[in-house]
């Protein structure tokens, strides 16, 4: 079965550029993940796809990210205009309804805006 | 507010030495507990969990972590390390319809 896959696995991009993250999930996964780990401190929450929809987006920064899961499979995050704070480790994660506190990550988008 | 917290950035045992990664959780109810490690390119895989019961669970690759309400902690230990072992590691709190609250991060190195 794989797993968890994101695309690209490096970006560098120019402070005012658009970036768009992908993320597959596993097959039948309803639960989709967004965390940020920047410079080395913790992995911090983003938010959480069930489905198409929105469960909780209180951990995005501001409306330059924006989160999409159009037919509840892979989901995007672009960042728009990005700046320089943007730049870390962006993970996505998934969880099987039946066991939705078992999160399987991907290996992460690493992200320097210069 | 919920949060985690591991006190030790790097941490350096020689090949065979027996490890302990600290973490402390703050939450208001009763966590589900989680330990992550990330080797060099890849992600985070699930070394074990804590839901309930028993409060010594053990993981893959020979990792085991114990549940201590009293201290708030959930420490992961292994008997004898190997090369291999060096990662980073993570601890998490799951809580609030999925979310996770995850430590800083331990740097584990491996001596030969």
């Known amino acids: 079965e794989a797993g968890v896959t994101q695309f690209p696995s490096h970006s560098v991009i120019e402070k005012g550029q658009t970036v768009t993250l992908r993320c597959d999930p596993i097959s039948g996964h309803d639960n989709l993940y967004w965390y940020r780990r920047v410079m080395g401190k913790e992995i911090k929450f983003l938010l959480h796809f069930v489905k198409e929809s929105k469960q909780d987006e209180s951990g995005m920064p501001n409306n330059r990210f924006l989160a999409e899961r159009t037919g509840g499979t892979y989901s995007t995050l672009k960042v728009q205009p990005a700046e320089l704070e943007d730049s870390g480790v962006y993970f996505c994660?998934?969880?099987?309804?039946?066991?939705?506190?078992?999160?399987?990550f991907g290996p992460g988008t690493r992200l320097t805006v210069t | 507010a919920q949060s985690v917290t591991q006190p030790d950035i790097h941490i350096t045992v020689s090949e065979g030495a027996s490890l302990e990664l600290r973490c402390n959780y703050s939450y208001g109810a009763t966590p589900y507990l989680f330990w992550y490690v990330q080797s060099p390119g890849q992600g985070l895989q699930l070394l074990l969990k804590y839901f309930s019961g028993d409060t010594l669970v053990q993981g893959i690759k020979g990792f085991e972590a114990e549940f201590k309400r009293s201290q708030s902690s959930f420490n992961l230990r292994k008997p004898s390390v190997h090369w291999s072992d060096a990662a980073e590691y993570f601890c998490?709190?799951?809580?609030?319809?999925?979310?996770?609250?995850f430590g800083s991060g331990t740097k584990l190195n491996v001596k030969p």
């Open positions: 994660a998934s969880s099987h309804p039946s066991s939705s506190y078992e999160q399987y």
């Open positions: 998490a709190v799951g809580a609030n319809f999925n979310k996770f609250y």
